[in-house]
Every structure is written in C-alpha cells, then in structure tokens.
Antibody
C-alpha cells in the first residue's frame, strides 16, 4: 500500500525558499500524479500545485509563480520549492498522490513556520 | 475566500443525521466536474472519503453518502458516531485556475 512521508526544515526565514521532499514507499513515482496541499493556521485546505509523471505541472495562480514541483525517479520521491516565502506561507504542508482529479493518498504532513 | 462554499459548522447527537453542503460555480461543479470529499480528524491528515460525486473510498462506512446536482453537492452522515467528529472538505476542479479548488471546510461536532 502506497505511503507518503514529508520531510524538510520546519522553520524558514522570510524571502528564502521553502523546500520539502515527499518520499514514497509501497508504490512507484512513475504512476499517478503528485501534488502538494497546505493548511494555514485557522484556515482550510489550499491547493499548491501538482506534477504529472509525464513532466507537465501546474501551480496555484494565487501563489504568483512561486511554486515548482519536481520528480526524482531514482529516489522515488518528489519535491516542492516555494520561493520568496512570507509569514502567509506558514502552514501544515501535505504531499499527496492524485488519481483522476482527486487526492487518493496523503502524507501525514509537516508543519512549516516562516519566521526570522 | 474559498472558491467552493461550505457552512462552517454543523452538529448532531450520536445516531442523528447531518448534512454538509458545498456550493460551487460555473467554472467548477457547474462545468460538470466531479466533487470529492475528505475527512480530517483532529491532528490528522486529510483522508479521501468520497470521490466522483458519490463513490465511497475503500474502508469508508456506508453511513457516509454524497450527491451532486449542478453547482450544489452534499455529504450525508447518517447514524452519527463520536469518531465522526472532524473537519470535512469538498474539492473539485476549476477551469479558471486550471487546478484543484477546495471548500473552506465544515466542522462536525458530535454532541
């Protein structure tokens, strides 16, 4: 059964790049497509972006082209880069596997705080 | 402001029925895109509950059901259980953002 696990720094300074990795077990990065969702404190879920295993990807326009998602087939993992972060990017971040538009499997999540 | 609109909270006693509504627009649910539902227990990650409007995900009890009509969708929980206390989110695809949109979430409280 596919399992996902997020990793990365839990504190990022303003204007720097948030970089998170999602590691897969029990499944291959070559199948499905892969995405990131976040939940800011006191708010609901927000789509960040996704990447197809074909290489195409899409980020949420509200994040103003600050999102990049990459796949590493050799390590069976995918990553999120969120550039020029501000305190508004403080949130719980989840990686997920998608299938036909819905999020089938989720990681347990990782909390990221943007603070100097 | 979420693209999909959900009521912030709903409550019920054990055994009762609660209905969670989700309202979209012409660029998502009204464009015939499916609605999906997720449950997020306190301190936990979201979990797929219902996909493609009305199909229960693996392991989801049959007390959960959902439907969609036009720009409106609903999640129905019958025989409410204490373990159903959670946040519930609807999600669809939106052609204006070319990606996923979520509702703001509905907190279900079991009295």
């Amino acid at each position: 059964q596919l399992q996902l696990l997020e990793s990365g720094p839990t504190v990022v300074r303003p204007s720097e790049t948030l970089y998170l990795t999602c590691s897969l077990s029990g499944g291959s990065i070559r199948r499905n497509y892969w995405g990131w969702v976040r939940r800011p404190p006191g708010k609901g879920l927000e789509w960040i972006g996704y990447r197809f295993n074909s290489g195409d990807g899409k980020g949420n326009p509200s994040l103003a082209n600050r999102v990049s998602i990459s796949l590493d087939t050799s390590k069976n993992q995918f990553s999120l880069s969120l550039y020029s972060v501000t305190t508004a990017d403080t949130a719980f971040y989840y990686c997920a596997a998608l299938d036909a538009g819905y999020y089938v499997t989720w990681g347990r999540g990782i909390t990221v705080t943007v603070s100097s | 402001q979420s693209v999909l609109t959900q009521s912030p909270s709903v409550s019920g006693a054990p055994g009762q029925r609660v209905i969670i509504s989700c309202t979209g627009g012409s660029s998502n649910m009204g464009a015939d895109y499916s609605v999906h539902w997720y449950q997020q227990l306190p301190g936990g990650a979201p979990r797929l509950l219902i996909y493609n409007n009305n199909i229960r995900a693996s392991g989801v009890p049959d007390r959960f059901s959902a439907s969609k009509s036009g720009t409106a969708a609903s999640l129905d929980i019958t025989g409410l259980q204490p373990e159903d206390e959670a946040d519930y989110y609807c999600q669809s695809y939106d052609i204006e953002v070319s990606g996923s949109v979520f509702g703001g979430g509905t907190k279900v409280t079991v009295l």
